[in-house]
């Protein structure tokens, strides 16, 4: 917050490093929970940066894309929109490979999950996995990430078998790249004991279509507006 102060006195409202630690200080807002505060301020830096740089410069659209997160929670359509004009103009500026084009992607299928699109979340998952794959490898973190999610896709659609199958995959590269004892290696792990008893099971498929149906239910601080 100082830092923005001084800046804000010494270069003004509108210069890029203004706007950047505006950006940076929404991101700490929002990881300290004042999502409101973060929100305002998102709002703010991307109608500056729409002003100042133009629609697509890539600070304007990162600007888009925080924005869009923080509107996940509380203007679900509005946030989806964004979201999908952020994704366009990036995969147009960038490219359809680029990793801020597929940081995008990413955040619109978690969004499209949110909001009960769910074929449509995990056609937007296949690509992105598929992308990653060809340009960053099968075991760049990255990768592993984006297989990670579609298996949480898969399992929530109820494929259990194939998400079971593709968090294997996921472990043994986890364990060869990253070790036995890495953070992600060690969720992808727990996620094989809770698939492995999901697709062998069906009393624990059941009761666990029964918790899905209850916490699709929107709950407070999620309300979809379309």
Known sequence: EDTLARRRRVLGEDHPDTLASASGLAISLSAVGEHQAARELDEDTLARRRRVLGEDHPDTLASADNLAISLQGVRGQAARELGEDTLARRRRVLGEDHPDTLTSASNLAMLLGRLGED???RELDEDILARRRRVLGEDHPDTLTSAFILAAKLSELGEYQAAKELNEDILARRRRVLGDRHPDTLVAAAFA???????????ARA????????????????????
């Open 119 to 121: 074929q449509e979340a």
């Open 193 to 203: 004991l809770i698939l492995s008893g999901l697709a062998a099971d069906p009393k």
């Open 207 to 226: 009761t666990m279509e029964t918790m899905k149906a209850a916490w699709s239910q929107p709950g407070e601080g999620w309300a979809p507006d379309g």
